[in-house]
């Protein structure tokens, strides 16, 4: 029972998608950058386990000490001035901050959109878009479902070019660089034959026709409606919130912000259930699955 919210009405998946990947995108406040990228940890956690573990540790993690580091380097705004480099340029304690405020706010961006890939999958994109904007329906699918494919679409032709003694871990530098050439042009070429084939299936299926109807059917019921409610809800509160500056945090030229008021407060406890909701919702789902087979 760990796929409740996957199985909910693709409008439900999308709308709170919308909300969570652009509030964790535009709002710099820490304690939100600090919720959001929490949130969605736990919730990608919740539902792929393991892989989040490998994500966290082979790209983000990584990448949040990349940005952290090299923005002191580059930015040298701010008035709290810590040491000076050797070329004359002043470290800053507010460049630190937002280097690592920047590097969460990459890191959750990034966690939501795995997890928006794991819930949003291509033949919902196609049913909410396929009638409306049929052409970039088709596109957002597409590429959805690119890297999976591509992943393990590599992983075949790698495999079979080992097996011929062509592969990048063979022979000289020099003829690794060729057969790195070689598996990449292999890559490029499936890729584009991919592309054209599934476009030309689409269109032998009457795809973007006028009356066509969808492969999959999805009924609005009302825990569809509940979860869009309590989406909704604390997710225009967050944006109200957001606009009048309630929760606005600045890092130049000095770290500046209320961040523990009555209102902010507030405002961080609806940003907590609205990132939390799918976890919520599996959760709940979970236990009221073990009570019933308790009983039996």
């Known amino acids: 029972m760990k796929d409740t919210f996957i199985k909910m009405h693709p409008t439900v998946g999308f709308v709170y998608f919308s909300f969570v990947i652009l509030l964790s995108a535009f709002l710099m406040?820490?304690?939100?950058?600090?919720?959001?990228?929490?949130?969605?940890?736990?919730?990608?956690?919740?539902?792929n386990g393991g892989k989040t573990a490998r994500l966290c540790l082979v790209y983000i993690l990584p990448m949040f000490i990349l940005i952290s580091v090299i923005n002191p380097v580059f930015n040298h705004e701010g008035a709290t001035i810590i040491t000076y480099f050797s070329s004359g340029n002043p470290l800053t304690l507010e460049s630190i901050v937002y280097g690592a405020a920047a590097a969460i706010l990459m890191a959750s961006v990034i966690l939501w959109f795995s997890f928006f890939n794991t819930v949003m999958t291509s033949d919902k994109i196609v049913y909410l878009f396929g009638r409306i904007l049929p052409s970039l329906s088709l596109v957002l699918s597409m590429t959805l479902r690119f890297v999976p494919k591509f992943s393990a679409q590599f992983?075949?032709?790698?495999?079979?070019?080992?097996?011929?003694?062509?592969?990048?871990?063979?022979?000289?530098?020099?003829?690794?660089?060729?057969?790195?050439?070689?598996?990449?042009?292999?890559?490029?070429?499936?890729?584009?034959?991919?592309?054209?084939?599934?476009?030309?299936?689409?269109?032998?299926?009457?795809?973007?026709?006028?009356?066509?109807?969808?492969?999959?059917?999805?009924?609005?019921?009302?825990?569809?409606?509940?979860?869009?409610?309590?989406?909704?809800?604390?997710?225009?509160?967050?944006?109200?919130?957001?606009i009048s500056g309630a929760i606005s945090f600045s890092y130049f030229p000095y770290l500046k912000g209320d961040l523990f008021t009555p209102l902010t407060v507030i405002t961080y406890i609806a940003y907590a259930v609205l990132m939390l909701l799918p976890l919520i919702i599996n959760a709940k789902e979970d236990i009221s699955w073990k009570r019933l087979r308790s009983t039996i």
Not at 29 to 44: D, E, W
């Open 29 to 47: 406040n820490p304690i939100c950058l600090l919720l959001s990228f929490v949130c969605a940890l736990m919730n990608t956690a919740y539902l």
């Open 155 to 242: 992983k075949t032709v790698r495999n079979a070019q080992k097996c011929i003694g062509r592969d990048i871990s063979d022979g000289s530098l020099l003829r690794r660089i060729k057969n790195a050439v070689k598996i990449v042009s292999v890559m490029i070429t499936w890729s584009l034959e991919n592309a054209i084939e599934t476009a030309d299936s689409m269109k032998s299926r009457g795809y973007g026709l006028k009356g066509r109807t969808s492969y999959s059917v999805y009924r609005f019921d009302k825990r569809d409606l509940i979860t869009l409610i309590l989406t909704l809800v604390p997710g225009f509160g967050i944006v109200i919130s957001a």
